[in-house]
């Protein structure tokens, strides 16, 4: 991807700055004193909007419970012992038609402002998180999987969608409808009122025998689920190693273990709930309430202590007094999820940014990088680069060399600031990365590294992207430089083929096209790490030569592992644990007869 494309998706600028007191910290989102932000935090923005969402929605609850009310009213009208009440019972029949044309209203009123507020929600935190990745360190993106960005920005507020449109109205109306049916039971006749109950208060008891131990039993779940899925990726991943090396049983083992572990506990936890949980789910069920109902109805009844005509309501409500406890459940995960979302949401938010520079400060001449006294460490630990000095002069090209983990690539990427170093600086025509406005370093520097990543769009649109107005010539002028413009007309569409569709591009291929990308970019400062690594070797040679004639007024800092392809550089320089152990052209380095000379000795000897 080229600097300059990516200038467009970042507002921002340096973190790490130990060495620049005057900058101002990074504006992370801001965090309750103390607390950790939770799901109330995130929902801060919409709450007014779903409190006053639980008005109409507590009315639609009791206007569903009015009909039921009413043809218990009607039946109590019409079997009066003083003979049928027709004024009553016409009464009761338009307020059941009356309450349910009001319930639909209301209904979709609370739907509508939750939905609403949803709509507002998921795009406000859309907007702040593509803006916060947007002022991310260029680095974060190399450690963090576009997995887990995707699982914050995608699935945890698709998850919040149910919460904030739905929960908060399940609730209220699963407690406002079975109150509001026992406040008219109690009316009724209140002792029987207080035995319909009873079905509520086992359920509970018998819910909470099921659910005990619950916290610590859904840690052994999950630990136990975690293992299956670890044992799936791995076998998957590794499929071919574990094929090639006959490891297959073995592998084939470790899954059949996990799943096993995982059956074993998922039995005995079944067991041992489900006794109470179908206890409670019988005895929040409608049969129980209505057995409840007519069993304790007929004995008042019998025994004279309620007329046969007071039973009809508590038959009739009964039921709604344990119906929605179930449903309770549910929301009760859906809280949990949307905790759990909140979690992860603010984790990111949390994330601190580059800070940009106060006042960016103009570029003095443009394509001069000096590194001076750079340090660097991923952790506080480790030092990857232990005080470096080099000099990047426009026109020439400079090749970092030395062994696997001597810190080449985290050089290359402290100049498109990638991270900040930890002490010295990196400038770019005289003006300290960190002090540029992120929009003008990325007009300076473009970068093409080993994983070149190409939008699922035309290869024209895949060259041009960080030159949107560049015409066919430029692009295919950028290609034949990148020695990728042959391979392109060769596709069933040129250069209109669309990449992973009709141009499916080899590693190597897929790397020129990026250094095509580069080169339109036309920064004057170009890292390339690694870049033609996938190519063979003629390829490579190819590209790093028309490279080198493109060096002209432009800067490149290139770093390739076979040091053929970098003879010819202007300067070659050695990296050693973090620090530069010889520097000079190819000629000057085999003369010193130091390391650069042993590696090119070991290598010209592989290549016989
Ligand atoms: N994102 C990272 N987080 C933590 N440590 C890292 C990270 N990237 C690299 N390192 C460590 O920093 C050191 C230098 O790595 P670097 O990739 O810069 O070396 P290199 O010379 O480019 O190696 P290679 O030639 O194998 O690509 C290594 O010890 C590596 O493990």
């Known amino acids: 991807m080229t600097g300059a494309a990516l200038a467009d998706t970042r507002e921002d600028t340096p973190d790490n700055n130990r060495d620049n007191p005057d900058t101002p910290t990074p504006t992370a989102e801001p965090e309750a004193a103390g607390k950790p932000p939770g799901l109330g935090d995130l929902l801060a923005p919409v709450r007014g909007r779903l409190l006053a969402a639980v008005v109409p929605q507590a009315a639609a609850a009791v206007c569903s419970m009015v009909p039921f009310i009413a043809v218990a009213e009607l039946a109590r009208a019409l079997l009066a012992s003083g003979g049928p009440d027709e004024g009553r019972a016409w009464a009761a029949a338009w307020t059941a038609v009356a309450a349910l044309v009001a319930r639909l209203v ?25 803006r916060h990745l947007g002022r991310l360190p260029l680095g974060w993106f190399t450690e963090n999987s576009s997995g887990e960005v995707k699982k914050a920005a995608g699935d945890d507020i698709s998850t919040l969608h149910h919460l904030v449109a739905h929960t908060a109205l399940e609730v209220t109306a699963a407690v406002v409808a079975p109150v509001t049916a026992l406040v008219y039971l109690l009316t009724v006749d209140w002792r029987l009122a207080l035995v319909a109950l009873l079905p509520l ?10 659910m005990s131990g619950g916290d610590e039993v859904t840690g052994r779940f999950f630990a136990s ?32 273990d996990a799943a096993d572990d995982f059956a074993v506990f998922f039995r005995d936890w079944i067991m041992s709930t489900t006794r109470a949980s179908s206890a409670a789910g019988f005895a929040l069920s409608g049969p129980a309430a209505l057995l409840v109902a007519t069993a304790a109805g007929t004995l008042f009844v019998t025994q004279g202590w309620a007329d046969a005509v007071d039973i009809v309501p508590f038959v009739l409500l009964g039921p709604a007094l344990t ?113 540029l406005a992120s929009a003008e370093l990325y007009r300076q520097v473009s970068f093409v ?18 030159r949107p107005d560049a015409d066919d010539t430029a692009v295919e002028a950028a290609a034949r430089s990148a020695r990728i413009h042959e391979r392109i007309l060769r596709l069933p569409r040129g250069y209109d083929s669309v990449v992973g569709d009709d141009a499916v591009l080899s590693g190597g291929e897929s790397q020129r096209l990026a250094v095509a990308r580069a080169l339109l970019a036309d920064a004057p400062v170009l890292v390339l790490d690694e870049a033609t690594s996938f190519a063979d070797p003629e390829s490579e040679a190819a590209v790093q030569q028309a490279l080198s004639a493109l060096a002209a007024g432009r800067t490149l800092l290139v770093i390739a592992h076979r040091l053929a392809t970098v003879r010819d550089a202007d300067h070659i320089v050695v990296l050693d644990e973090g620090r530069v152990s010889e520097q000079g052209t190819h000629d000057e380095l085999l003369n010193l007869g130091g390391r650069y000379a042993r590696m090119w000795a070991l290598q010209k000897g592989d290549a016989r």
Do not use: C
Not at 109 to 126: C, E
């Open 106 to 130: 209301l209904y979709a009123l609370a739907g509508g402002l939750t939905h609403h507020a949803d709509a507002d929600l998921q795009l406000g935190l859309r907007r702040r998180i593509a």
């Open 449 to 466: 590294f080993q994983d070149p990543h190409l939008l699922r769009t035309t290869v024209r649109d895949n060259i041009r992207l960080a």
């Open 323 to 435: 119906g929605s406890v179930m449903g309770l459940a549910q929301s009760g995960h859906a809280v949990q999820g949307g905790m759990e979302s909140a979690r992860r949401l603010h984790a990111l938010l949390a994330t601190p940014p580059l800070p940009e520079a106060p006042a960016p400060q103009p570029l003095g001449q443009p394509g001069l990088v000096e590194l001076s006294g750079v340090r660097f460490g991923y952790d506080d630990t480790t030092e990857v680069l232990a005080g470096i000095d080099l000099t990047l002069r426009p026109g020439t090209v400079t090749a970092l060399v030395g062994a696997s983990g001597s810190g080449k690539s985290t050089l290359a990427r402290l100049v498109p600031r990638f991270w900040d170093v930890t002490a010295g600086s990196v400038r770019i025509g005289g003006t300290d990365v960190r002090e």
């Open 201 to 210: 208060l086992l359920g509970f008891w018998f819910f909470k025998q099921a």
């Open 225 to 256: 689920m975690g293992r299956v899925n670890a044992a799936v990726v791995e076998f998957v991943h590794g499929i071919t190693v574990v094929k090639a090396y006959g490891r297959t049983a073995r592998a084939h083992r470790a899954y059949d």
